[in-house]
């Protein structure tokens, strides 16, 4: 069973930068590829970023291309690195875990562990 934990989200102004944290613990985090989403007020939970189980490649949203960058670290760390935020980036953060059978990529049912998400609002 793998544990996620969110943190980093906060209020930021538009333009400013937000990193935000995910920590796995209780499995083979190595072994997991490991995805970003987020759902804002009154809209339904979408994808923002993956990353491979190796970090040997990542995919992103449309929304997110050239602004986010995902990243993990040699421990049980993923980060998402948003630059030039924006009014429509405000919404829970979600961090989730896909285990090897369930591959990667950015459909929601492939994680199969979720954390309970950070909130990140941005000021206009």
């Known amino acids: 069973q793998v544990h996620v934990v969110e943190s980093g989200g906060g209020l930021v102004q538009a333009g400013g930068s937000l990193t935000l944290s995910c920590a796995a613990s209780?499995?083979?985090?190595?072994?997991?590829?490991m995805g970003w989403f987020r759902q804002a007020p009154g809209k339904e939970r979408e994808f923002v970023a993956a990353?491979?189980?190796?970090?040997?490649?990542t995919c992103y949203a449309d929304s997110a291309k050239g602004r986010f960058t995902i990243s993990r670290d040699n421990g049980n760390t993923v980060n998402l690195q948003m630059n030039s935020l924006k009014g429509e980036d405000t919404a829970i953060y979600y961090c989730?875990?896909?285990?090897?059978?369930?591959?990667?990529?950015?459909?929601?049912?492939?994680?199969?562990?979720w954390g309970q998400g950070t909130q990140v609002t941005v000021s206009s």
């Open positions: 989730a875990a896909s285990p090897p059978t369930a591959g990667w990529g950015k459909f929601a049912p492939q994680y199969h562990y």
């Open positions: 209780g499995g083979m985090f190595s072994s997991y590829s």
């Open positions: 990353i491979r189980w190796d970090g040997g490649r």
